[in-house]
């Protein structure tokens, strides 16, 4: 797994591949993939970075749809709870899944000067979490890994500035 979100890539392959993976991954588990889930989807996939959910409201309604914030709320429900998109904690906001249909613990990046979310590989800091928790025999869950700081781009125009 590479991280995307800090590195050049096939932005236009990398939402098709998401969207393609999305229908697949509904069509296999008999789950409804609707036009506002599909459409939210796609306003988080557009971006590589974490968007609250009143900023997809108003991209919705600035297409002209009649979205209220319960619906896109269900929307953002159903994409994380299936696996398509991730609650930020620390933002209270959501990024689209860089790897779905993989099983994994997500782990980020959050650039604070510019708001890009990074989705980093973390099988390893997964299991060490696990490993620790373990010591203390404590089951986990649920794990959120989020670190704040300060991505390539803007920290080149730090040291430019």
């Known amino acids: 797994m590479d ?15 998401a969207l393609r993976t999305a229908e697949q991954t509904c069509a296999d588990q008999g789950l409804q993939l609707t036009a506002q889930r599909r459409r939210v989807l796609e306003i988080l996939l557009g971006e590589h970075r974490a968007m609250g959910a009143y ?3 108003d991209v919705l309604r600035a297409e002209g749809l009649a979205a209220q914030p319960p619906t ?9 709870g299936n696996g398509f998109a991730h609650k930020i904690e620390r933002l209270n906001a ?3 899944c860089a790897h779905p249909g993989e099983r994994h613990a ?3 990046l959050i650039c ?3 708001g890009t979310v990074a989705e980093m590989p973390s099988r390893e800091i997964a299991q060490a979490v696990r490993g620790a928790a373990a010591t203390l ?9 989020e670190a704040e700081g ?6 080149a125009a730090r040291a430019a500035g």
Not at 5 to 16: A, R
Not at 137 to 145: G, N, P, S, Y
Request: charged share 25%.
């Open 3 to 17: 991280a995307l979100g800090f590195t050049e890539h096939d932005h236009q392959h990398c939402i098709s591949e």
């Open 55 to 57: 900023e997809v409201l």
């Open 72 to 80: 896109v709320y269900r929307a953002l429900d159903f994409l994380v």
């Open 94 to 96: 959501f990024v689209a």
């Open 106 to 108: 997500p782990a980020f």
């Open 112 to 114: 604070s000067d510019c």
């Open 137 to 145: 025999e404590f089951d986990v869950a649920r794990m959120v890994i």
């Open 150 to 155: 300060c991505c390539p781009e803007c920290r």
